[in-house]
């Protein structure tokens, strides 16, 4: 009897002071190139202008110690291979980002399209024919609408279309929907049961084969991003939410910064890309709970953190991280002002606070909308947003509208 009380309490003040640790927030960037749009295969300075970019990028992943996951579909594989002898080169993009160990390298599928031959086992024995190794993780897949989503195909060993050999995927992140407008943004790691309906993706399955691994409420350095001062103060914001002891210390948390590869010739684009990640940079110095780590670092940590704290999987939603009492204070009529309220087709949203991003979520916690004023009164088009209730942020402060049909 001794025996076994010794055993409950060791383990009662083991889980309890893992629980007590700050958790950590585990962050990465992530990239697409794309079949639409994207000729890397055919038009080798199209190929050129973007290896050159990445090598830009790349080099500023390897000088701050952070983490990437390249994830590509068959075309700019396809560009390496013809215009930089990736198969007998050693100096080919491709393998640059593998040798760094700072990146690692995810198939994409985009089954959409007809005249893709090569499906998501073909890109990974192309990737291997290239000199490279690439992962097991499904880099995108449709999440929504569920009548459309093609995610449950990956449980089962997929057979190529071109070369004929098999793949399984382990891992899937980054759950797509038409316009993005439905995305599965969440922090968290879990097992979709199956694709019928939110309920059931959302529902932890053990029996499954297939992690999914949450991206947060992933901000985007996109082709109209005129600042990028918005997704730094979100990154800081949670960071403060964490050490502040805002979150719940039995989640485990994870967020992902994403670019484009056909962003990179923009204007500013690369100083974009080079000024978030200098103040994650700078954040991670003065702070214990921001990590970096590709997609399969965060499985393996989080199967660690898991064993340590008997949670078998780990959910929050976007909604929940924006909630306005995480350490957000009310809005007033002296900070901002929305009308009409509820509104329509616009909205005014009216500010003397010039110098503060504003950030819409919609009703479950997915970024929508973001802006600086450059006047005191701005009109934002409510066209297509869904009905709802929708949160507002400016600074510290947060309010809501409502939006009519």
Request: glycine share 6%.
């Amino acid at each position: 009897m001794k025996k076994f009380s010794f055993t409950f309490v060791g383990f009662f003040l083991i889980s309890f002071t893992a629980l007590s640790q700050q958790p950590k927030l585990y962050i990465n960037l992530a990239s697409h190139n794309e079949i639409q749009g994207e000729s890397y295969d055919t038009d080798s300075s199209e190929y050129i202008r973007t290896r050159d970019s990445l090598m830009i990028v790349l080099n500023k992943i390897n000088f701050i110690g952070g983490k990437w996951n390249f994830q590509t579909c068959s075309k700019f594989v396809l560009g390496a291979l013809r215009w930089e002898d990736a198969a007998s080169s050693s100096l080919d993009i491709l393998d640059l980002l593998e040798q760094s160990g700072n990146v690692q390298i995810d198939p994409r599928n985009k089954k959409q399209f007809p005249d893709y031959n090569y499906n998501i086992s073909d890109v990974y024995h192309l990737l291997d024919s290239s000199g490279v190794q690439s992962t097991h993780t499904v880099g995108g897949f449709i999440h929504y609408p569920f009548a459309n989503e093609d995610w449950t195909q990956f449980r089962t060993i997929t057979m190529g279309s071109v070369y004929h050999l098999p793949w399984q995927a382990d891992i899937i992140w980054g759950g797509g929907s038409p316009n993005h407008s439905n995305d599965a943004n969440d922090y968290g790691i879990w097992k979709p049961k199956d694709g019928v309906d939110d309920a059931n993706f959302y529902t932890h399955a053990p029996d499954s084969n297939l992690w999914l691994v949450g991206n947060g409420c992933a901000p985007l350095i996109s082709d109209t991003t005129t600042s990028v001062q918005w997704i730094i103060n979100l990154i800081n914001k949670n960071v403060d939410d964490l050490e502040n002891g805002y979150w719940p210390a039995d989640k485990f948390y994870s967020l992902t910064v994403m670019i484009n590869c056909r962003d990179l010739d923009l204007p500013n684009h690369l100083k974009k890309i080079d000024t978030v990640l200098n103040a994650i940079d700078a954040r991670m110095q003065n702070s214990t709970v921001l990590e970096w780590a590709t997609i399969t670092e965060k499985l393996s940590m989080f199967q660690a953190w898991s064993q340590t704290n008997a949670i078998a999987y780990s959910q929050w939603s976007c909604a929940d991280a924006s909630d306005p009492n995480l350490g957000i204070i009310e809005a007033t009529e002296n900070d901002f002002q929305l009308f009409p309220n509820p509104a329509n087709n616009e909205i005014a949203f009216q500010t003397d606070e010039l110098s503060k991003d504003v950030i819409i979520y919609s009703p479950m916690g997915k970024i929508v909308e973001h802006f600086t004023p450059q006047t005191t009164e701005t009109i934002i088009d409510l066209s297509n947003f869904p009905t709802g209730i929708y949160l507002v942020r400016s600074g510290d402060r947060i309010g809501k509208f409502e939006v009519i049909k």
